[in-house]
């Protein structure tokens, strides 16, 4: 192989690599946004339940609903803000109601502002672990249990926890209506 | 036998000679020319955009065809004209420059160029399509191109593709050629700055093109294959599109940049008789350009929520890519300090390049400020930015190189005083055109609407006169270069005083065939 050739095939080799690497990427931010607790990314997945309870101070958590533009589901909290001492289980409770004449699959995204806190909200059970499936007009009471970390940083007292609702129905479905 | 030695040394007649050329010079013509319509297709539709903003109010066009139009404008200026402009001058002269005979991979060479006009023919055959063509802005934000993207879409990312196969390829070509083919005597430090920056530019398209292959594919499999890269609902992030487009998209404006540093750093020296100043600087400098350009592409994403810790660093990383900028701005003017100067038309527009793109390179500066910024972003003053580094930048150093290497190409001289009148109308238009942006943009016009508040009407106004001033004048550069090639008169082999460089010494028109025979460089 003459040097031309070599050079020209590690080259394309190269350009093949970053090609990988533009998907490898996809991993690697969620890595990154996962160390560095940035982006107000919630843990999808169930936390241990913590013992200590910081009685000394108080912290508060907005709940907020917003259900996508193309969710025709009406989607709200029961409680609009929580206050309680860091460590404590808390109960949340949301109410979605199907407001069309199908059966329809929806799925919440948590996230947590400011992001800085979003490392030390542990949910213990959600709604949000799973696809929720309502019949046409049905209403549906959906429950959260979380607590905050009694080593969130002295200097965030509030946390905000947005859920936005997906429409989740698979395209199947949608075209046998 | 003789046959065969004389199709070699001179081309086959009629459509197949362009069809098979594996030739540079002929390449390089055929992207020239190529990026040529394109500039017309895409300067077409900035006049649309521009006589629908003449006057506030919906006037000439639906807002969803305004739409269609900033999109392809700017994808078709970008794709389509400057990076094919780019590499057709790579093609031309590259290979002269370093007294090459020909570029190391001739049948690739011919393959990149073929890609295009079928790339580009399917982006532009969107338009008549039902729903009509991507409307969601050169940049195709997911979900907007995903979710909410018409059906059209799908041939969009495939042009992308093509267009994206045909750079890497043509980047490779660069890169063998330049390692491999240079004259005996002719060390890395001894090559000119249009060579090292592409060279430079190549590796950046090697490594960033791939990226937006990617990231397209995945618009594609998110489309039609349920995957969910980009959609929240299904766990992926809409952000994370915008990261991987800048992961692209900050190098890619170096890509539209860097050769144009080359080339004025060949036509200043030139026109000032003097030798460039800092020569090994501007090697350094175009070589931490491209670097750092891999740091900052969160600079275009300062308003998504980004901590403050990011905020900072894209902050710095963005405002210590002027050190080396400034390097070359500074190096440009010390070239001409205590040059005897003159005036012709290449050095016309290499000047205009150094005050105008100085100009865009300071409003660069102050969307740099994270603070600043988020009053700027999307507004005109964003639009304002970026037109002044790529018009009278990378279009500007493209106009200098085709009026200072014409004589070279076609053995005639183009017509001064036309070269001179295209110049002129074409400075003046596009100072007409983009300087009352940045005012309208700092008032808070948002970009990329059809209509606007009354109190931006008289800026806009001159906005459109300008550019309908700098698109007409183009027609100039038309008939100026279609004059050069009929009827200019006969051009020495080195008709600039002050040129330097290899490709002086070949004959004009340039022969077929150069440099069968290596030259020996000192």
């Known amino acids: 192989m003459t040097k031309v050739v070599k050079q020209t095939l590690r080259l394309m080799l ?9 998907f490898a990427l996809v991993p690697l931010y969620d890595v990154f946004c996962d160390i560095t607790g940035l982006n107000g990314k919630v843990d999808l997945q169930q936390s241990e339940q913590t013992v200590l309870v910081d009685v000394d101070r108080e912290v508060t958590v907005q709940l907020i609903t917003v259900a996508n533009a193309s969710m025709p589901w009406r989607f709200e909290a029961l409680q609009h803000q929580v206050s309680f001492h860091p460590g404590e289980d808390v109960k949340a409770v949301f109410r979605v109601q199907n407001l069309t004449d199908m059966k329809m699959v929806g799925q919440a995204i948590p996230s947590v502002s400011p ?3 979003a490392r030390y909200l542990h949910k213990i059970q959600c709604f949000c672990f799973e696809r929720q499936t309502l019949e046409a007009n049905e209403v549906r009471d959906m429950v959260v249990f979380f607590t905050v970390d009694p080593e969130l940083p002295e200097s965030i007292h509030k946390l905000s926890l947005s859920y936005t609702l997906f429409d989740m129905t698979p395209v199947d479905a949608v075209s046998s209506r | 036998m003789t046959a065969a030695v004389s199709a070699h040394h001179a081309p086959v007649r009629g459509i197949r000679r362009w069809l098979y050329t594996t030739n540079h010079k002929d390449i390089g013509t055929m992207y020239l020319v190529f990026s040529l319509a394109m500039f017309f297709i895409g300067g077409s539709m900035a006049l649309v955009i521009r006589s629908e903003l003449f006057e506030p109010g919906l006037q000439m066009v639906e807002p969803e065809f305004f739409n ?43 393959f990149s160029f073929w890609v295009l006009p079928f790339a580009f023919t399917m982006m532009l055959s969107t338009l008549l399509m039902d729903g009509g063509g991507p409307n969601f802005g050169w940049t195709f934000y997911a979900p907007l191109s995903t979710t909410y993207a018409p059906p059209s879409v799908t041939y969009f990312i495939f042009s992308i593709h093509m267009a994206g196969i045909s750079s890497i390829l043509g980047a490779i070509n660069i890169i063998v050629t330049i390692m491999n083919m240079r004259a005996p005597g002719m060390t890395y430090m001894k090559m000119p700055l249009f060579v090292w920056t592409w060279l430079i530019t190549a590796f950046l398209l090697v490594a960033v093109m791939p990226v937006l292959a990617g990231t397209v594919t995945m618009m594609l499999t998110d489309i039609h294959f349920g995957t969910s890269f980009f959609s929240a609902g299904g766990g992926g992030d ?12 900050h190098p890619e404006v170096y890509i539209m940049i860097l050769p144009a540093f080359g080339i004025i750093s ?26 750092l350009s891999f740091t900052v592409w969160a600079h275009h994403m300062f308003l998504v929520g980004l901590p403050l810790a990011a905020e900072l660093f894209f902050m ?13 701005v500074f190096n440009w003017v010390a070239t001409m300090f205590k040059g005897s100067i003159s005036f012709e038309t290449p050095m016309l ?19 740099a400020i994270a603070p600043a910024d988020f009053q700027y972003h999307d507004t005109y003053f964003v639009v304002a930015h970026f037109h002044y580094v790529l018009v009278p930048g990378a279009i500007f150093s493209i106009f200098a190189a085709v009026y200072y290497w014409l004589p070279k190409w076609t053995g005639h001289m183009y017509s001064e005083l036309l070269g001179k009148c295209h110049f002129w109308c074409s400075f003046i238009g596009v100072n007409l055109t983009f300087f009352p942006m940045h005012f309208v943009g700092l008032a808070g016009m948002p970009r990329r609407v059809p209509d606007y508040s009354l109190q931006f009407a008289d800026f806009n106004m001159i906005s459109s006169i300008g550019a309908a001033l700098f698109g007409l004048s183009q027609l100039i550069f038309l008939v100026t270069v279609v004059r050069c090639v009929l009827v200019g008169r006969a051009a020495p082999d080195s008709p600039w005083e002050g040129a330097q460089g290899l490709e002086w010494t070949v004959a004009s028109p340039a022969p077929y065939h150069t440099f069968s025979k290596p030259p020996l460089v000192e």
């Not at chain 2, 970008?78 to 002269?93: I, K």
């Not at chain 2, 990383?317 to 080396?324: E, G, K, N």
């Not at chain 2, 527009?349 to 969307?367: E, K, Q, Y």
């Open chain 2, 68 to 110: 269609q139009m900033t999109t392809m404008h700017g994808l078709i200026m970008v794709f389509g004209a400057v990076m094919p402009a780019f590499v057709g001058l790579a093609n031309w002269m590259i290979p002269l420059m370093i007294g090459a005979p020909d570029m190391a991979l001739p049948r690739l060479n011919n």
């Open chain 1, 115 to 117: 992001a800085e806190g």
């Open chain 2, 266 to 291: 060949q036509i200043v020296p030139t026109f000032s008789r003097k030798p460039l100043f800092g020569y090994a600087s501007m090697v350094y400098a175009t070589a931490s350009i491209a670097l």
């Open chain 2, 316 to 328: 710095y990383a963005t405002m210590l890519i002027s050190v080396p900028t400034g390097v070359k």
């Open chain 2, 238 to 249: 809409p952000l994370l599109f915008q990261h991987l487009f800048w992961f692209f998209g």
């Open chain 1, 14 to 22: 190269i350009s093949l690599g970053m090609f990988a690497f533009g």
């Open chain 2, 349 to 367: 527009f290499s000047i205009a390049f150094i005050v105008l793109f100085t100009i865009g390179g300071f409003s660069g500066l102050m969307l």
